[in-house]
Each structure stands twice: as C-alpha cells, then as structure tokens.
C-alpha cells in the first residue's frame, strides 16, 4: 500500500512545494507512469508531470497497472484562487456530485462523482496551521478548509493542499516549505508517527458530513478545529442545487426538486467507504438554508437512515 502524491511543472504552487519535499532526505528515482517521472521514499511516491492538475484521471489506477503496487491515497499539490487575492494554505476533498451528464466540467472530474475523501483532511488541516504559527505564515495566511470541488477522477481516498491565491503566493518558498513540511511529517517521512492514519483510530469514531454553507464552509471548519475531529466531505450550499418550489413551500412532505439528493447519497456513500467501521454524521449549517430547504434536507436524510450529528457529537 502505497501514498501517492502528485505535482505539476506548470504550476509553481504545485511544483514548488515538491521540489522543497524532494530536497528532504531519502529520495530516490523510481518508474516512470507514462513518461512521468516518479520518485520514491519508503511507502511515498511522488509524481511530477507537465499537465494540468485537475485533468489528469485515473492517476491512482495507471500507477497500480504499471508498478502491481495498490495506491491506498493520492495527495495532490496544486495552487488556489481566490477572488479576494487573500494569501491562503487550504485543503479539501474533491469530486462534482451534484452534476449530471450534459453538464458542463469547467476543473475536471465527472458528473455524479466524488472521490472517497482522504480520512487525513482534519488532522492535517490542524497540522497546517500549527506549521504555518510556528513558521510565522499565519496570520498573514489563512490556514483554511475548503469545501468538496473540482476533478480529476481517482478512486482512492483523495485530497487536495493548496497554496493561494496569486501568482505572488503560488512562489512563495516560505509557503512551498510549509507544505513540504506537512507531507513529511504528516506521512511520517521523517521517523515519527504519521498524522491522521484512520487505520490506527478507526473505533467508534464519527466522522462529520459538512452539508451547507459556503466555499470555505466557516461552521463545519469551526468543529475540525477541534483535535480528534474526522472529516469527510464538505457540501457547500452552491453543490446542493434545490429548485424553489414557490407558494408549495410550506406543505408538508414537500418534494423538491434538483440534484441535491443524489449529492448528498453521494458524499455520504464515499465518506463511509474511506471510514471504514467508522460513524458518519451529517452536520448541517442551518443558517445558510431557508427553512424549506432545510425541511427537505433533514427529511431526505431521515429517508436515508443518515444521522444528524450536533458540535459536541464529533469530539
């Protein structure tokens, strides 16, 4: 079982941050996946390629068919953008659940798909800015969560740490160094125990099903903060498309439209599959739903046998 991580030259918040890695003792050459070049450390392999991040499918099954090895996650390092330009270290799950055939995929994954979220997103989120305090980033950057999005299509426990959110940023070495320094010591590369292994915790442990809010989900963050907090994913209001069903609302049993079942039984099927013997809880942020929307979200999940967790049930 082997941790896979991915890179891009072209993208100088991807590339920087696996250069500062590789620099770190114990690499060696190892296979190349289609004329990519691969490096080895222990049970790590890191992948550098030339083409965009989000577009590059099935990575985790090309590295298996061609080295027999099973890819047990897959890391990847990518730059973020951000409207507000704000400097930021974020990281998030990844998959577009709520879209159907026909529905256009402007960063790559495939309709109705998410991938399993990496069971390591909340305690590195934690180990982020404990870094980034101590390497005097914060609060200059915003060590962040970010809500499930964007491609490409993997089959393994995935995840996505980020450097944002200009070009200024994406070069920053301070930044690629604190990244770096969250892989190695979050693979446990450097001797000590890795961080945020679930095979090691698995018992009788919850784990939150973010539902609602915006792109860097601030309520559902407010709890990972927290030590021992599992996260799965992180569906923002903008992936739970509800069709408004005008003066009906108020009914009883209402049905609404739109794809935001099939999102949520989506996020919901795949955070359980990377938690095995694990409990996932649903937490909603019911000040971003009208009530209507959130009658119809808490029914759904009742249909669904999904259990509704509070703050204090996740720590």
Known sequence: MVTLIVATTIDPASIGPASALLAMPGWH??????????????????????????????????WEETTGETVDEVIFLSKHTAASSRPALTVHPIGVPHLTEGDQLPVGGKPAWAAPPNPRIGPWFRLLKSIADSQNLTPEFEVTLEATHHGPVTNAPTMFVEIGSTEEYWKRQDAAQAIALLVWEGLGLGGGDAVGDWSRNCFQQKILLGIGGGHYVPRHMDIVRKDGVWVGHLIAGYSLPMEDPGPSKSQANLEVGGTWKQAIRVAFDTTRAAFPQGEVLAHLDNKSFKGWQRNAIVGFLAEQNIKVGKPSDFC
């Open 29 to 62: 050459p190892g296979p190349p996946i289609q004329d990519v070049p691969s490096f080895v450390n222990r049970d790590v392999r890191l992948l550098k390629h030339d083409s965009s991040i989000v577009r590059e499918d099935h990575l985790d099954t090309h």
